[in-house]
């Protein structure tokens, strides 16, 4: 029966097939050696590299290395027969079949983590090199960015507990304009040492960096001045209530060669970004909606500039916008259908019509609660995101037949903060202004529906106080 075996077949059966996994980042000589001890256990070497969602869902925040580069260097390496991409926590059971894997190798780092594998093959812990890791050559070669907060906001405390995972930051300062809380803050909090109530001051120490978390009409002054004092900035959303200011901060910040990105955390979650990565490939056909419901029950009370500081669109529609504007691209023209309280947006549907006939269906509403989950909807098939939409860990891809389901899992760790926190730290360390997971671009698309929404409703009460 030989005879009706293929080459290649009867070639991959007579020959041993090894197979070992890891992140290689910044690939070193331990990781060589590791290799090579592999591939001396038999003829046919597979490497496994972690995917950067994959690696971030499990809680690696630092790689510097992007996967492709990763997967280059380790197909460079000669004695390597085959590289493959390790997307998600099953797939090593699923590729020992797959491959018909005879040993799988792994550094004695990780003894007993892997005995289960035991069922599938035969499992090899190789002893490792000592004195090197990746861990090791990035804090060799980059160091520790230091951080300043600004304001005391709903996510300043959230902020520091978050960035405390991961290791190039370090946030030891903060800046709010009133002092008894900044030195009741900075007392209840051991790693923020320094207290400041004077802005420049605060601008005028070694920190590099500095997230701003204030009331949103302060947004533009706080990042004009830090960028023009050489910080990056990392800013809650809207970075400016006005797409004049939107466009001065984002040349501001490439003027003065400096990050500045939009605090929307949702970006920069690893299940968030293997979703585009799916729909990429095109996986339910050309896409014709996305529909998106962000609501809060969070009501604000105490501004008198109202609809800025309380309306739903302000406050929220940069999360629906930033799905719709990922998936969609630009919006044509937006439509607004409102419901305003007390001089405020409490509720807004919002629908934006995007290239191919697509149309964006954004969500919107505060002092209420709905459900809110997200679809996208194509020509094959589509998927659907469930509440908190904007949490994503999971999705699933659906078709007619309901036997084609595929489901996506990426867990993420604490509030999701880190992943954003650990990317911003990443681009600056790397001397990077811009991130892929939120361009420029998209953050002036995602803040298009509400700028224009604030001219909208400007010139709607210029009108009523004309009328009165
Ligand atoms: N490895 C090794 N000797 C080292 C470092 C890594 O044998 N000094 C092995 C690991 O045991 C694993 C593979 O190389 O089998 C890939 O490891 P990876 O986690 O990518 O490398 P580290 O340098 O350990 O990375 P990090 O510091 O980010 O954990």
Known sequence: MLSYRTKWESEMTEKKTIITYGTYDMLHEGHMNLLKRAKALGDYLIVGVTDENYDRSRGKLNVIESTKKRVKAIESLDFVDKVIVEKHKNQKAEDMVKYDVDIFAIGDDWVGAFDYLNEYTHVEYLPRTEGISSTKLRKENFSMIKMGIVGLGRDTQDFINE?????????????????????????????????????????????????????????????????????????????????????????????????????????????????????????????????????????????????????????????????????????????????????????????????????????????????????????????????????????????EDIHKTMKFHYEFEGSGLRYMIAEFGSLIQRGKQKSKMLTPSDMVGINRVLLEYNEVRKSQIKTQKEEK
């Not at 001045?225 to 800013?235: I, M, P, Q």
């Not at 419901?339 to 934006?352: H, P, R």
């Not at 989950?373 to 589509?382: E, F, L, N, P």
């Open 163 to 399: 960035s405390k995972f991961v290791s190039n930051i370090k946030v030891n300062r903060i800046y709010a304009d009133d002092f008894l809380k900044v030195k009741a803050f900075t007392k209840d909090n051991d790693s923020i040492k320094y207290g400041h109530d004077n802005y420049d001051e605060f601008l005028d120490t070694n920190i590099q960096a500095v997230y701003i978390d204030t009331a949103l009409k302060e947004h533009y002054t706080l990042i004009r001045k830090a960028l023009e004092s050489g910080k990056h900035v990392l800013c809650e959303n809207p970075l400016a209530l006005s797409k004049k200011e939107l466009k001065e901060l984002l040349s501001l910040a490439k003027k003065e060669k400096r990050l500045l990105l939009s605090a929307v955390k949702t970006a920069f979650l690893p299940a968030f970004n293997q979703l585009l990565k799916e729909l990429d490939k095109g996986i339910i056909g050309e896409i014709k909606e996305v529909r998106a419901t962000r609501t809060s029950l969070y009501k604000e009370k105490h501004y008198s500039d109202s609809f800025i500081q309380q309306g739903a669109t302000n406050i929220l529609s940069a999360y629906p916008s930033l799905l719709v504007n990922k998936v969609l691209g630009k919006s044509k023209n937006i439509t607004f259908f409102d419901q305003i309280e007390d001089g405020y947006d409490i509720n807004n549907l919002i629908v934006t019509k995007h290239k191919k006939r697509a149309l964006g269906i954004s969500s919107v509403a505060v002092g209420m609660k709905s459900e809110g989950d997200a679809v996208i909807s194509g020509t094959k098939g589509y998927i659907y995101i469930p509440a908190p939409w904007w949490l994503t860990k999971t999705f699933e891809v659906r078709f």
